[in-house]
């Protein structure tokens, strides 16, 4: 094992969910590189081999789109989230890329107060490790849900 | 701290969690020694001392013959799983073996998208460091349930 | 990176867990040095500047009497929790204290067996490097809960 890597892969992970939970979305483009790839998708839908997402994004242009949209809607400030991320299960590919895949879990707390569990499942990650700046960023991150109920606020960053 | 033995036992924990939400429950008796103890009980029962669980094996075969039961019953398609399990603890004893102490969370998620929070508590492991092919597996896990109500379809690993 | 200084933060938030969720309690107030600061905020109060918290406590002899409290009220044997921390964002700042960001989520398990999704949030820490005795412990530890609604038992550690 690549202690090393681990600890950036696992620190990269933070680091993402702390952007989202604490309400620094505009942030959030800036995990992937420039031509990063972001899909949100159904385990039911990976199984079956459906390549469609709920979401999907093609460059960190359309993650700033979408968080414009959320702050344009207000969406996002009527609630708060937490994501808890497992330890990163790693391959090592050829040089530049690792991938890895974690499991995840997101409270979604209301304005209310009333906290729920939110979503479930796993991250499948492919992850640049270096930019050219010494950052790691994602070139792809696959958010695969275990359940198949949408809910249409799901715009929001998981 | 030793943290290439904390890295590993991590690494253990995620490969046993992602083996089973990812529904390769064939994978998961590989996890244990051929002697392997697997034991799912309450923290009630532990601190009264009582000894049996709600569920005792003491070999790979006996898990193996489990997953048969739960493929051949169909009850592990209609629900996914998803682990997520905190950092270990750990004691190192004589050279063979270490102890862990790790909590965990277990979400449910039915076949018609409901979630809910299934199971909290903590595992307690001995932990064989090399099997003989240099991998590291469960000579014991101890699952210590948090609630005393137990659900019917507990034969699921936890 | 510093790994080594990571993986003894994880370790103490994991064996500070650990202690309460295994009613441990007694064990609480030695993670705190002598003058450790204790505080349970909300996200809102955090983010509206007000000071004031929930619960406050300045010193570890403030912490060993509220533990007194909670066991002649017989509060805590009426339940359990369960902790999962996420993994730690460390700023080092000068050579004795380190900053430290994790997040949390305590499921709450209730003497019926009920299981509930009761706290979510992040631990704000300071964190001292060797108290004298080669021990690390939080100087500071604010608690900052995501939701407002603040459950009467909250008495209890977070």
């Known amino acids: 094992m690549d202690f090393a890597l681990q600890f950036r892969v696992q620190d990269l992970n933070a680091r993402y969910a702390q952007a989202i939970d604490n309400n620094r979305l505009e942030a959030w483009p800036d995990f992937f590189v420039e031509q990063g790839r972001y899909r949100i998708t159904t385990a039911e839908n990976v199984e ?5 997402g709920i979401i999907h994004a093609t460059s960190r242009a359309m993650l700033r789109d979408r968080v414009r949209s959320l702050r344009d809607a207000n969406v996002y400030e009527a609630q708060r989230y937490r994501h808890i991320v497992g330890v990163p299960l790693i391959e090592r590919g ?3 890329i690792v991938r890895a895949q974690s499991n995840f879990l997101v409270a979604r707390i209301m304005h209310t107060g009333e906290t729920v569990l939110f979503a479930t499942g796993r991250y499948q990650d492919q992850i640049v490790l270096d930019d050219g700046k010494g950052e790691m960023r994602f070139a792809e991150r696959i958010v695969i849900l275990d359940s198949r109920l949408i809910d249409t606020l ?4 998981l």
């Open 154 to 157: 799901l715009a929001i960053p």
């Open 94 to 96: 050829d040089g530049a």
């Open 48 to 52: 079956r081999g459906l390549p469609l």
